[in-house]
């Protein structure tokens, strides 16, 4: 009975540690993360090739998007992502429309290092639209993930490209319905002298 | 003053127009239609539409709103939805328009067999098909889908367009053939193809979506030229959607040359 | 004595038709249409050469006749042979037929000669050969000047000549015509009779003839066929009818005075079936004679009621001889039928 009058300060310390260390891993994942060795997506910057474009409906450009992971292990995969989004309040933009790339899968990028992705952008409708990618982990990292790490904005500005041959088709639909006018006017006349 | 010479008496050979009656036929009747304002206003208009619609898919194609397959397929879809259309309007024709016109008795007083009568005058409606065909062929090929992509699509169109053609022709006649008001039969046979072509417009899905394509000859023929063409699909995978518009070819044409062969004077069969 | 009302009454004196001759035989000939009979027990022969009327006020299947006869329509009963073919090969018997229906309509697009060299090619003609015959009989109706024009430029009288020679253009041995002067100007008619007389006599084709145009029957025909109801109620030549279904009477005008002496001896004149009263105060009677008697003294028996008359010291002041016209008889038989 004298002996479990008072807890011993070794055994209180040690429980305190262990609840602390309970409490850390249930409100930082990044902890947990990091036990496991990946970075979590506020160590990722992405950085873009351009800083604004200037284009017409219908000619594609291209720029590149390095995201950088100045965290001290590497990222889980990743998916980035290639947004529009209409600043004039009024362009209609089908992400489809406007680019093959909607979605590239990146690898595991180590620490201390970056992956560069190559985007294809071809405005098919006249406006202001700003252009910039966003970067999640794949999932099962994605639950959880935090705040993703996205690019900054390229602001597109699309004038209209006005062609009078689109795809080269001009002759012909110009020329069918003259050439069929044509032999039935001279079909007719033949028949009216005859 | 008219007179009458004393005549030589009638070759003993004549031969009755019974087995070539209908080639006979189908010479007038093409006559009728492609040496008058007919047939060649349809052609134009046809080669009009053609014209517009190929320019704006072509520049929507430009600017990647639609795939060069689907360019493609969209001209030959509207290729096969008018040429069937118009066939079908002059095979409604056929007897109706005779009866109106007055002009069906003295055609009955020939000694061309009914059956024949109605052949030539199937075979003339039916010949707007190919035609068009033939002038939709520049804007495919303008389209620069390639060699492999034109010809699929202009063989696939041209086949199903041929059996939607039979079936559709052979029910403008049969309808034809029942009634006294050109209009009537006109009316009534573009109504059913439009019930029948309705479906291509809506999204069907499911089983019973399903089902409705693939028995319905008009939605079977489309979604086979639409997987053949756009989606690449080989003939042989899409077969099952030609059974369709097959039966229907051979079901429309038989019944109506069942009934031809008792044309008469006023609407309807001799019992 | 009644009108004739059995056709076996009339002898076909002028019809008479030899067995080996006939080229058309129709035999209680019988057409409906559910329950009206249109055409009802028609029966008659004809031979090459003949121009036989079928007469009948509207309505009294004469259409429906021409159509069974020639195939448009089958009988509902009874059959009938045309050159030797039975009336079950109707595609054989439409070689051997033309026709020119009542409401003829042409593809007015078409020229005059694109028409009947159509016509021409479905009845068997050779290409070359149809060109050859459309010329000819565009020019035997007298519209060879307007065989490049559109029909739609022809006039009625134009386009019933183009139908003759569409029904010409198989050289037939029988030809039907459906009213072929209707709408027609009396110059167009003229013509019309001068060519179907010229059809039966140069080219030998049996003319059989529809249509409610008293003279152009006694114009042309040979024989008639009158019909009423579906049903023939005379047949025979233009003069057997005139004579037997028409009675013959005469309009005597005398003096008031004389009436009654007048009226009495025009009833015991030989003859004479009944003399009548039309108006005794002005003198005038009506002489009715038998027709039989007519017949044997082949004159018309006006004689004997003058000789009547004077006999009796009565002032003739006028003696008209009335009927024995084909409308009398005609109407005589149409109205007896309708009673």
Same mark, same amino acid.
């Given at each position: 009975m004298r002996h479990s009058a008072r807890l011993s300060p070794v055994i209180v310390g040690v429980l305190a540690a262990l609840l602390l260390a309970v409490g850390a891993a249930i409100s930082a994942p990044a902890f947990a993360q990091e036990r496991s060795g990946q970075a979590p997506a506020s160590d990722l910057t992405i950085s873009v090739s351009k800083s604004d474009v200037s284009t017409l409906t219908g000619e594609t450009f291209t720029f590149t998007s390095e995201i950088a992971n100045s965290g001290s292990s590497a990222t889980p995969p990743l998916i980035a992502n290639l947004a529009f989004v209409a600043i004039d309040h009024s362009t209609y933009v089908d992400p489809e429309d406007w680019s093959p790339q909607r979605t590239l899968s990146v690898a595991p990028i180590a620490a201390g290092s970056s992956a560069i992705l190559t985007w294809t952008v071809k405005p098919v409708l006249k406006g202001d639209v700003a252009v910039y990618v966003v970067v999640l982990p794949e999932p099962p990292a994605l639950a959880g993930a935090g705040p993703l790490a996205a690019s900054p904005a390229i602001p597109v500005h699309v004038e209209e490209h006005r062609t009078l041959d689109p795809g080269g088709v001009l002759p012909v639909v110009l020329a069918v319905p003259g050439v069929l006018a044509l032999a039935f006017a001279g079909l007719r006349v033949a028949r009216s002298r005859r | 003053m008219t007179s009458l010479s004393r005549s030589e008496p009638a070759p003993q050979s004549l031969a009755p127009a019974t087995s070539g009656g209908w080639t006979v036929v189908a010479a007038q009747e093409l006559r009728d239609l492609w040496l008058s304002a007919r047939g060649p206003i349809i052609v134009l208009v046809f080669s009009l539409l053609l014209s517009l619609l190929t320019y704006l898919a072509a520049t929507n194609k430009e600017l990647n709103i639609i795939d060069q397959k689907d360019t493609v397929n969209l001209v030959m879809q509207i290729t096969l939805g008018i040429g069937v259309a118009v066939s079908l309007l002059f095979s409604a024709d056929a007897v109706s328009g005779e009866r109106e016109r007055e002009t069906l008795e003295s055609l009955l007083l020939t000694p061309v067999p009914r059956r024949q009568i109605a052949l030539g005058k199937l075979l003339a409606a039916a010949s707007i098909w190919p035609v068009m065909v033939v002038v939709a062929i520049p804007y495919v090929w303008a389209l620069k889908g390639g060699a492999s992509l034109f010809a699929n699509a202009v063989v696939a169109g041209f086949v199903v367009g041929s059996l939607l053609t039979a079936a559709f022709g052979s029910l403008g006649l049969i309808v034809s053939i029942f009634s006294n008001s050109n209009r009537l039969s006109l009316a009534l046979t573009f109504f059913v193809f439009v019930v029948l072509l309705a479906p291509t417009q809506l999204p069907l899905s499911g089983w019973f979506g399903d089902l409705i394509v693939k028995i319905n000859p008009v939605t079977a023929g489309s979604s086979f030229l639409d997987n053949v063409v756009v989606k690449g699909h080989g003939w042989g995978q899409e077969s099952a959607l030609l059974l369709a518009p097959v039966l229907a070819a051979i079901i429309a044409t038989s019944v109506a040359f069942l009934i031809a062969g008792r044309l008469r004077l006023q609407r309807g069969i001799d019992r | 004595m009644d009108p004739v009302r059995n056709p076996e009454d009339i002898t076909n004196t002028a019809g008479s038709v030899d067995a080996a001759r006939v080229v058309l035989s129709v035999d209680r000939i019988s057409r409906s249409f559910g329950r009206l009979v249109a055409v009802r027990d028609l029966s008659f022969e004809a031979a090459p050469g003949e121009i036989i009327g079928l007469l009948g006020p509207n309505g009294a299947g004469k259409t429906t006749a021409i159509r069974v006869l020639s195939t448009i329509l089958p009988p509902t009963r009874g059959s009938f042979t045309l050159g030797g073919i039975p009336h079950t090969r109707p595609g054989a018997i439409r070689q051997q037929i033309g026709v020119l229906p009542e409401s003829a309509g042409y593809p007015l697009h078409m020229t005059g000669g694109e028409f009947l060299r159509y016509h021409a090619r479905l009845f068997g003609h050779p290409a070359r050969g149809a060109r050859e015959v459309a010329a000819s009989l565009l020019s035997e109706v007298g519209l060879a000047e307007r065989a490049s024009s559109p029909i739609s430029t022809y006039s009625r009288g134009m386009r019933q000549r183009l139908g003759v020679a569409r029904a010409l253009v198989n050289a037939p041995k029988v030809i039907f015509l459906d009213e072929p002067t209707l709408g027609l100007d009396p110059a167009g008619q003229r013509q019309m009779l001068g060519l179907i007389r010229e059809i039966a006599g140069h080219r030998g084709a049996t003319v059989i003839l529809s249509t409610h145009f008293l003279d152009e029957v006694e114009e042309v025909c040979s024989r008639v066929l009158i019909l009423n109801r579906g049903e023939v109620i005379a047949e025979g030549s233009v003069a057997d009818i005139k004579r037997r279904a028409a009675p013959r009477t005469a309009r005597v005008h005398v003096p008031p005075e004389s009436h009654d002496v007048a009226l009495s001896a025009l009833s015991q004149a030989e003859g004479v079936t009944s003399a009548d009263s039309i108006d005794a105060e002005r003198g005038w009677l009506t002489a009715t004679f038998d027709s039989a008697w007519l017949d044997q003294r *082949?004159?018309?028996? *006006?004689n004997s009621a003058i000789r009547a008359l004077t006999d009796a010291e009565v002032l003739i002041l006028s003696f008209e001889l009335e009927g024995g016209r084909l409308s009398d008889a005609f109407l005589s038989l149409t109205e007896e039928g309708q009673k």
């Open positions: - | - | *082949r004159k018309d028996g *006006r």
